[in-house]
Structures are given as structure tokens and as C-alpha cells.
């Protein structure tokens, strides 16, 4: 059979099986095809995306890789938008928005704000951050819907009436959610959570932003993207036995580091990409916001089609195919840097404890960890999450749990399985694989981030007591999953740590370990194997999603009460009053790494997530004083006095004295929640000073009328002292690629100055003039 040059190009990049479906992708090519079965008319737009990746190519006269393709094919102005990787700012117009409910609040309050009637794209609000995880699913999650009803019916009402999708709690993660029935090949989204990249996996560009990002989208303003540089990961050879795709975000987190990939989308290639399943894609492009890349993405290929067509989008995979060119990186193109994995050679990886980079071999962590002190013994094996939930990490781990069963063992540490979604908990509930792992010693949580995020009631530890855990998440910050900074937590695939819940030890290795059988046999465990993709179709379970009202919301209410502590409209901030900043107290002297769960922590504090006031209370409480190495306890320049990070804010806010944090490399990683740049707007503070910040934070920071500044000299850093009065001069000809100066007033009455580095451009500088992204937006409306 003779093809056309366009269906030999599809060919190649899908493989030979695309040959009997080439007729119906060009029939399908001119037909309109829905985003998805929630929004009909809503359509996929690879005609546009196509036209405007030729304008730029033509304009660039070079190859563009895949990313370049999503992120410039969704330009504003592909004609005169000045396009340099790395350093301007571009202007794009994306697809859809997503927002989980903790951020979904502060982004819906602010959307209110606008005075706007209706969303301009298509958005969605999931609700899956306030769920903790207790004693099980289905009680756990009554007892949500209990606590949170307050918080629940204003998502649901404002959703409502703005016109946003409303996913009811128990529904799943949102990106599992996101996965499921909204990503697609090269479409650009935007959500309000750091691992919104974890669409990556189905060829999507999908970064995690502020909620003041998402409200500039859904009130239709273009957004703002620095230019991404674009790292290369080229993978050959083929995983096999023990080794997952987890492994290999694991490695490249080792080698990039949780700094390496900032300003970046990190874009995989290579022959050894069709030995990863569509989910394991985004697994990969799910931790990828560990290395603070902007984002990730996969090329199209033959197991997105699949995947595709397994949840009911045949329609988009054959308009795919017929666009398959355009969703692959052009042969030529170049990357501003290259990591080569050989796939052949990669072995299985555990990564931690406190930080998510500090990689090893499974073979190495025994040794490593007696060395250094770290516990061995595994308290709780914890499987699922965002990252790893698909129907195939649960098949693998079941694998695992079988082997157990089948020698008459259980886990020896307690074990816990998330489930991602409700479509993925009723399939393998279906399919046997709940029964497996529950008979283990496992325990079903509900369909909600849970202890990932730190909604975890645990119980079988103090707080303070040295222990181990293994989880398959994807941050393991301290303190972050139980609220216990002497937890150890490593981070693995699920079938290593189902291993590892079986085996009750860090220095367990599958691949050359042995177990103990109930008759005293030695045993080895198989590596594990699974399906993919379910043989059946997938069970969707319960139907959890409520549609925006076809009439329109334009009749209905939303309300908020002004005594409700979880809930609070929100007051403009002041204007910039057209001076230098003088005087700013230093409020504290941050020593080390300072996430963005250090300055606003979650957890508890989740149910503030919708009142401002009431969530500042935590700002800051989780960082380390310089001073002391103290945590939540800085000294009150004007009292004399210690106290918490939050009280002398308000004390200095209450006597008119606005204040500075001073902060060390990499500022802000973690979380995209803008609640840690709300917070010091809120109370008080004008400015934050470090060596480096991470992406999201920064324009966080920038959208709530805060200076987020950078020593011009590192070194600097190491001139300020915790009872310094810092003056930021030179605002008066703000000015982008233009730096500030500070001058820093000493107690002893010395004094120094240094220059103070910005990333601003103009629209962003009029942020800061107006006091926020949202007050400038009512200055133009």
C-alpha cells in the first residue's frame, strides 16, 4: 500500500499499526470535534494551532521542538510577538483552566472581584485538597462533605454561576480527573497547582500557576509566560523488570536537581519513549515540578492513541493522527540542553529523605541510610496520589502483593492505596486489585490527595519521634505528609514501596533480596507486571460531575457570610504611593530552604484556604530564623520581645510599619499556592529579598503587588542582619532590565548598599503601581 508524505510522517510516529485508521483520521480531520464530552461545543483547534506554529517557524527560520510548537501556536500575536528562549515574556492565549478546591477558593473570590458575569474558556473546579485521610474511604469522605459543606456549596454556587465545571468531592485528583477527560495532544492549560504538568503525559503543555493567573485566563486577558527554555531528555533502550517510569523522573530529579529545571519545559524524546505507557508519562511529567520546570511533555505517540480511545476520546486520537507531525518535535530542532537516560541501564530509585533530588539506587539506600542515621525500619508504605494512581501502577503493585499473599505473608509496616479517581477506584475494584491489596494489609483511602498533601491523621507515631516512611508521592518536604519534622520520607514507584510495606525495612532491594515465606522458605519476589489498560472498559462508578446551568448563572447568588472563618470576600490592596520604600524592617532572615509549605502551610490549615485573614496565621511559621535557628520565633524590633512569625507581622502592620523578608536560593519551591504571597501582602509586607526564587512564587508575588527582588551578588545575602532596616530605591524609574538599589541601615548605625536584580516587565510593573494584577485589571475594564 502507497501512502501520501503526510501519512508516511504519521506512520513513522505512530507506528505501523496507524495504517488501517489513516482513512478515518482524514475523514475525522474536518469534522469538529469536542474537547471533551462536558463541554460539546467546545472544540479541539489544530487548524489554528497548526497556523500559527507556521507563522513562528517562518519567522524563526529553524526547527521547533514540541513545546515550542504548543506554547507559540497558542500565542496571542504569532506575528509580532518578540520570541527569545529565556528572556522575553510571551503573551498566550490557553485553552482551559483547572483548579483544585483549596486554590479554587482565592482564584473564584478574586474571579468574583472582577465583576465579570461568566468564564471566557472553559474551566473546572475538583475537589480533592480537603479530604484527610483517617479510617478509611468512604468514611473519611462523609466526614468531609460534613465539615466542609460550607466551603463545598460556595464552589458549587460560584461555579454555577460563573460558568465553571464543578467536581464533587470524591470524585478524584484533579489531574488524574485531568488525564481522564481533558488533556489531549497540544492542548495548552493552565491549573492552579504545581503538578498541573502531569498532562504532559498525553502530549498536553499544562503548567500550574497562581489563581490570579487563572483569573486573568478566564477573564479572557492573554496570559504571561516568560519564553521557556527547553531542556532535552532523550531516553533509549527499553524499562523492564523493577524499573518504572517513576525511576526515571527519579534520576532526573538526581541530576537536574530541585533548582535544574527553572525557566525551563523539560521535553522527552527518543526510542525509548514507546516503552512508557501514556501514564507513565505522566508520572514523569508529574514530578517534574520537583526540578521546578515549568513544565513537561511526551510526543505523540501510539500509547496516548490507546489511552485516548480507552477513555472515550477515539474521536480526538483520530484527529490526532491526521495532526501527528504537529504534535512531535520537528527532525533538526535544538535543545538548550540535553540529559540522556538509557532506559536498558536505569535501575530502581528511592529519592529522599526531606528533599525530593537526593537520588539513590535501591541497591546503595541500605548502606547510605545506616550511615547517616536515617531510620530503617518503614512505619507505613503509602501508594497512589496525583503521581502515581493509573490503573497500571495499581496492577503492579498488586503484582507484588499477590506474590506475598500466595507465601502466606502481609505487610509488616501499615500500608495505605489512594486511589486517583473514582473511575480508577470502582475499576480496580471490579477488576480484583482493591481485594489484593486490601487482603496485604492495606487500607482503601477515598479518591483525594490525603496524605500527600498532609491531610493525614496519623496516629502510630509522636510528634518528634525519629521514623521512616516510603511513599510513591512526590514531595517529601519535611513535615509535609504528617506534620512531624522528624518523619523520614522517601519517595519511590508503588511497587517499590509495596515491596518495602511487605519487607518493613529501607534496606530491602527486590531485585537481589530475599523474603521469608509462613513455612520458612526463603523466596524472591518477581518483578511485577500488569496491564496498562484495563480489558474491559474502564468503570467510570459514580457520576460526580456537575454541569454549569445551560441558561446561565446571571440569576443566581453567591453568598458569603461575614462571620464565616472559612470564607471571606476580599478588599483591594493599597496602591504604590509613588516613592522610594523606606525603612522596611527586616521581619526574618530566612536560613535555608524555604518552600512554599514553609511559608504557608497546608494540612491544618487547608480550611482557611478561602479566608485571607484567618490563613495568615501561618505565614512564615515553618521557615528557619537565621537568628536563632529557630522556627516561628523572631524577635519584635519594636517590643523587644520573641514571638510568632504572624503576630509580629500584625503588630508591625498595626503601628504602620511595613516590612522585608530576606530569604536564601530557590525561594517559593513546592506548591503553586498563592496563599504565600496573599499572606505577607496581607499582612504588611512590601517586599521579598533572596538569591533566587522558584518560577510560580515569583509571579505569584509580582500578581499581589509585592517587589520580589534578588540579590545582584549572592553574596550580599550574608551583609543583612535580622534587625536591619532595608530602603528600596529607585522605584520612581522602575523600569524592566533596570536593577534597584538597597540601602541596608545597621542597629549599630553602619550602614551598606547593593543592587537588587527584577524580572519585571511593563504590564507587570503596572501590577505593582496599581497594587495588584486584579486592581489593574478594574483600572482597564
Known amino acids: 500500500m502507497l501512502f501520501q508524505p503526510r501519512t508516511r510522517l504519521l506512520i513513522l510516529a505512530l507506528g505501523q499499526g496507524v495504517r488501517r485508521l489513516h482513512v478515518s483520521a482524514a475523514f475525522n480531520a474536518k469534522a469538529k470535534v469536542s474537547m471533551s464530552r462536558f463541554e460539546p461545543s ?42 527569545a528562549r529565556g528572556h522575553t515574556y510571551l503573551r498566550l492565549r490557553p485553552d482551559r483552566v483547572a483548579m483544585q478546591d483549596a486554590t479554587a477558593q482565592m482564584a473564584m473570590l478574586q474571579f468574583i472581584s472582577s465583576g465579570l458575569p461568566c468564564v471566557a474558556v472553559p474551566s473546572t473546579i475538583h475537589c480533592d485538597h480537603l479530604i484527610e485521610a483517617q479510617i478509611g474511604g468512604a468514611k473519611d469522605l462523609a466526614r468531609a462533605k460534613d465539615i466542609n459543606a460550607e466551603v463545598y456549596n460556595f464552589l458549587a454556587s460560584a461555579g454555577a454561576k460563573y460558568g465553571v465545571g464543578f467536581w ?7 489531574h488524574q480527573i485531568i488525564l481522564e477527560n481533558y488533556a489531549y495532544p497540544g492542548v495548552l492549560l493552565i491549573g492552579t497547582d504545581s503538578h498541573t504538568p502531569n498532562g504532559g503525559g498525553l502530549g498536553s503543555i499544562c503548567i500550574g500557576v497562581g489563581g490570579a493567573d487563572a483569573v486573568d485566563v478566564m477573564a479572557g486577558i492573554p496570559w504571561e509566560l516568560k519564553c521557556p527554555k527547553v531542556i532535552g531528555v532523550k531516553l533509549t533502550g527499553k524499562l523492564s523488570g523493577w524499573t518504572s517510569p517513576k525511576d526515571v ?32 508519562m505522566a508520572t514523569i511529567c508529574n514530578m517534574g515540578a520537583e526540578i521546578g520546570a ?8 501510539h500509547r496516548m492513541k490507546t489511552y485516548l480511545e480507552k477513555t472515550g476520546r477515539g474521536d480526538i486520537a483520530s484527529l490526532a493522527d491526521h495532526y501527528a507531525d504537529l504534535l512531535v518535535p520537528d527532525p533538526g530542532c535544538e535543545y538548550d540542553s540535553i540529559v540522556e537516560i538509557n532506559l536498558d541501564e536505569l535501575k530502581p530509585h528511592i529519592n529522599g529523605p526531606f528533599t525530593p533530588d537526593l537520588a539513590h539506587p535501591m541497591a546503595d539506600i541500605g548502606a547510605t541510610a545506616a550511615k547517616n542515621g536515617w531510620p530503617l525500619e518503614v512505619k507505613v508504605g503509602l501508594i497512589g496520589s496525583c503521581t502515581n494512581s493509573s490503573y497500571e501502577d495499581m496492577g503492579r503493585s498488586a503484582s507484588v502483593a499477590k506474590q506475598a499473599l500466595d507465601k502466606g505473608l502481609k505487610c509488616k509496616a501499615a500500608f495505605t492505596i489512594t486511589p486517583g479517581s473514582e473511575q480508577i477506584r470502582a475499576t480496580i475494584e471490579r477488576d480484583g486489585y482493591s481485594k489484593i491489596l486490601g487482603d496485604v494489609g492495606g487500607m482503601v483511602l477515598a479518591n483525594a490527595c490525603g496524605p500527600c498533601i498532609g491531610q493525614w491523621d496519623r496516629r502510630d507515631v509522636k510528634k518528634g519521634e525519629k521514623n521512616t516512611i516510603v511513599t510513591s508521592y512526590n514531595r517529601n518536604f519535611t513535615a509535609r505528609n504528617d506534620a512531624n519534622p522528624a518523619t523520614h520520607a522517601f519517595v519511590a514507584s508503588p511497587e517499590i514501596v509495596t515491596a518495602l510495606a511487605i519487607a518493613g525495612t529501607l534496606d530491602f532491594n527486590p531485585e537481589v533480596d530475599y523474603l521469608t515465606a509462613a513455612n520458612g522458605e526463603k523466596f524472591k519476589l518477581e518483578p511485577p507486571s500488569a ?41 483591594p490592596f493599597d496602591k504604590w504611593a509613588g516613592g522610594d520604600l523606606e525603612d522596611l524592617q527586616v521581619l526574618i532572615k530566612v536560613k535555608g530552604k524555604c518552600t512554599t509549605d514553609h511559608i504557608s502551610a497546608a494540612g491544618p490549615w487547608l480550611k482557611f484556604r478561602g479566608h485571607l485573614d484567618n490563613i495568615s496565621n501561618n505565614m512564615l511559621i515553618g521557615a528557619v530564623n537565621i537568628e536563632n535557628d529557630g522556627i516561628n520565633k523572631i524577635k519584635n524590633q519594636l517590643t523587644g520581645e520573641y514571638g510568632g512569625v504572624p503576630d509580629v507581622a500584625r503588630h508591625y502592620k498595626a503601628n504602620g510599619l ?28 512590601r517586599c521579598i529579598i533572596v538569591k533566587s526564587f522558584a518560577r510560580i512564587h515569583e509571579t505569584n508575588l509580582k500578581k499581589q503587588g509585592m517587589l520580589p527582588l534578588t540579590f545582584q551578588i549572592p553574596a550580599d545575602y550574608d551583609k543583612i542582619r535580622p534587625d536591619d532596616k532595608i530602603s528600596i530605591k529607585g522605584l520612581a524609574n522602575f523600569t524592566p532590565g533596570k536593577p534597584l538599589s538597597a540601602v541596608v541601615k545597621h542597629s549599630d548605625g553602619s550602614k551598606d548598599d547593593f543592587q537588587l536584580n527584577h524580572t519585571f516587565n511593563e504590564t507587570q510593573i503596572e501590577w505593582f503601581q496599581a497594587g495588584s494584577a486584579l486592581n489593574r485589571m478594574k483600572e482597564l475594564q
Open 249 to 280: 523522573i527519579l534520576k532526573v530529579a538526581g541530576i537536574l536537581t530541585v533548582k535544574g529545571g527553572t525557566g525551563a519545559i523539560v521535553e522527552y524524546h527518543g526510542p525509548g519513549v514507546d516503552s512508557i505507557s501514556c501514564t507513565g
Open 531 to 571: 496491564d496498562e489498560l484495563p480489558k474491559l472498559d474502564f468503570d467510570p462508578g459514580q457520576d460526580t460531575y456537575q454541569h454549569p446551568p445551560a441558561e446561565g448563572g446571571s440569576k443566581l447568588r453567591v453568598d458569603v457570610s461575614p462571620t464565616s472563618t472559612r470564607l471571606q470576600l476580599l478588599e
Open 658 to 685: 511595613s516590612w522585608v523578608v530576606v530569604g536564601d536560593d530557590n525561594y517559593g519551591e513546592g506548591s503553586s499556592r498563592e496563599h504565600a504571597a496573599l499572606e505577607p501582602r496581607h499582612l504588611g509586607g
Open 294 to 301: 515549568t513544565t513537561s511533555v511526551f510526543p505523540y505517540n
Open 42 to 83: 467546545n472544540y479541539v483547534s489544530y487548524e489554528k494551532l497548526n497556523e500559527n506554529v507556521n507563522i513562528v517557524r517562518k519567522r524563526l527560520n529553524r526547527p521547533l521542538t514540541l513545546s515550542e510548537k504548543i506554547v507559540y501556536g497558542h500565542l496571542d500575536d504569532p506575528v509580532g510577538q518578540d520570541i
Open 168 to 174: 464533587k468531592p470524591g470524585s478524584g485528583i484533579i
